[in-house]
């Protein structure tokens, strides 16, 4: 099973800009699709963004796209998220997450990461 690391995280200014970046163990990155996943307090998690293994497809939840962008570096074992002209209401830890396959659904992705804190202040 591979093993994921978020890192990347912190506080930002509302308008600002993060890159959070996911390294994997254990196993071959281009072996899985990736997501990305976040929770903000009192809320359940949700759906961020997801690609495909060779990173020809990407999938954003409405709220990000236009402003949050997916990649991978399948040489590097790692994903990003960058995101862009944060808003409060990003705020949450963010997840990554590791399947087989292409997916935007939570219960399908089998391999987490620990999460990494994200605030964006006003």
């Known amino acids: 099973q591979v093993q994921l690391v978020e890192s990347g995280g912190g506080l930002v200014q509302a308008g600002g800009s993060l890159r959070l970046s996911c390294a994997a163990s254990g196993r071959t990155l281009s072996s899985y699709a990736m997501g990305w996943f976040r929770q903000a307090p009192g809320k359940e998690r949700e759906f961020v963004a997801a690609i495909s293994r060779s990173g020809g497809s990407t999938y954003y939840a409405d709220s990000v796209k236009g402003r949050f962008t997916i990649s991978r570096d399948n040489a590097k074992n790692t994903v990003y998220l960058q995101m862009n002209s944060l808003k409060p209401e990003d705020t949450a830890v963010y997840y990554c997450?590791?399947?087989?396959?292409?997916?935007?659904?939570?219960?399908?992705?089998?391999?987490w990461g620990q999460g990494t804190q994200v605030t964006v202040s006003s």
């Open positions: 997450a590791a399947n087989p396959t292409t997916t935007t659904t939570q219960r399908d992705f089998g391999s």
